[in-house]
């Protein structure tokens, strides 16, 4: 079992299999009285079941949240917050869900709890990112950090089979490149190697086993340990790609993460080939990036933006779109290197540096 104390980033944490059921006990420990419940309305029955084992403590539910927390959706729910009299939040869902639960805490100060329903690490991190009239900002607040965050192992047991690889490749993501960050600190790199260790042991027997509890819950541990160390340093080039291609074509947020992550491991491996060593040694291998890459091979993982609907003629725009504004990367970020990455990911093909 992981020690969350060791990372301590003042969250109530807590990991077990029908914890949902003790979120009353929770909430009221958090000071909460009166709790709006939150999903996507792919979720609503969840919603429900938590009303009935919150009782009289339920102020509601809200089964509108969307990917990339739209602020209109944030004004309807803000709406139904105020009218209910509800002091706090009870997000039940993945990123998406957990964002809406940020916007509103971000307006009003309520307090926040999130059950987490896939492994993204939102309910970790202090950020936020909102989209306005198609525009995505992102922003960073030490208030925005759920208060207390309830690992269900039998909330990810649902997570359908492509759902939970990719998923899970989105979260070993923030790890991978909190290994090269700039600010890294010995603390990080611990946390990021526990994160990728803890998925890359318990994936195989989740996918043999989808129900097996002790293995999700693993991989609970593992998308917390991913998702608080995303809250302590800072990304770069696969998580920039990652925001220009689903920003600019609206693709899904955990496959683009899946079919990234290899490739943009590959280009950065010349300029960070101490940093990803434990990487390719936790594979048994030499390159982290065709590891990570034979890694989600073997699980199913999709591999080609072109299977997202991507079309090769859009990938010129999205290598100049990319390389625009300068950020930091461990290695130079040059618009012929980017777009060969691109092409690779486009086609499928094995990373290379
Ligand atoms: P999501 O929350 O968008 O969920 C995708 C779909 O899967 C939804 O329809 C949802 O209802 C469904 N789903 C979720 N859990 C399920 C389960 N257990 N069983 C069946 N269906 C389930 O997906 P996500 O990848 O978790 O989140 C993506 C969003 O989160 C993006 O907007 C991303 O930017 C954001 N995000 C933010 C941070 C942060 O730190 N701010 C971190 C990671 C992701």
Redesign the pocket.
């Known amino acids: 079992m992981l020690d969350t104390e060791k990372y301590a980033t003042h969250q109530t944490v807590a990991f077990g299999a029908g914890l949902r059921q003790r979120a009353t006990e929770h909430a009221a420990a958090a000071g909460a009285t009166r709790v709006l419940i939150l999903?996507?309305p792919?979720?609503s029955d969840l919603g429900l079941e938590l009303a009935e084992s919150l009782g009289p403590m339920a102020a509601g539910i809200f089964s509108k949240a969307a990917?990339?927390?739209p602020t209109d959706v944030t004004d309807e729910a803000l709406a139904h917050l105020q009218a209910s009299g509800a002091d706090s939040v009870l997000a039940a869902?993945?990123?998406?869900?957990i964002?809406l639960g940020k916007a509103l805490a971000l307006r009003t100060g309520v307090t926040q709890i999130a059950l987490p329903?896939?492994y993204?690490?939102?309910e970790c991190?202090p950020?936020?990112?909102q989209t306005e009239n198609g525009v995505k900002t992102t922003m960073s607040d030490p208030k925005l950090r759920p208060d207390v965050v309830l690992y269900d192992a039998e909330?990810?047991a649902?997570?359908?089979t492509a759902?939970t690889v990719t998923?899970a490749l989105?979260a070993m993501a923030h790890a991978v490149e909190a290994l090269y960050a700039k600010d890294r600190t010995p603390a990080t790199d611990a946390l990021a190697m526990e994160g990728l260790t803890a998925f890359q042991r318990a994936l195989p027997d989740v996918l043999a086993n989808p129900t097996d509890l002790d293995a999700r819950g693993a991989t609970q541990e593992g998308a917390w340990a991913c998702?608080t160390v995303?809250?302590q340093v800072g990304m770069a080039l696969h998580h920039k790609l990652c925001h220009t291609l689903g920003g600019s074509l609206n693709l899904p947020?955990?496959e683009t993460h899946a079919i990234i992550l290899p490739h943009a491991v590959a280009y950065n491996r010349p300029a960070a080939t101490e940093e990803l060593a434990p990487v390719a040694a936790m594979f048994g291998a030499e390159e982290p990036g065709l590891a990570l890459w034979n890694f989600a091979k073997s699980l199913g993982a999709p591999l080609a933006l072109k299977d997202l609907g991507v079309a090769e003629s859009d990938l010129d725009r999205m290598a100049d779109l990319a390389t625009q504004n300068p950020y930091w990367n461990p290695r130079e970020i040059t618009k012929p290197g980017i777009r060969a990455l691109l092409g690779r990911a486009w086609e499928g093909a094995a990373p290379q540096a």
Request: aromatic share 0%; hydrophobic share 30%; charged share 0%.
């Open positions: 999903t996507t792919h979720q990917m990339h927390t869902g993945g990123g998406s869900t964002g329903t896939t993204a690490g939102s991190t950020i936020l990112g909330l990810v649902t997570l359908p759902m998923s989105n998702g995303l809250g947020h955990a």
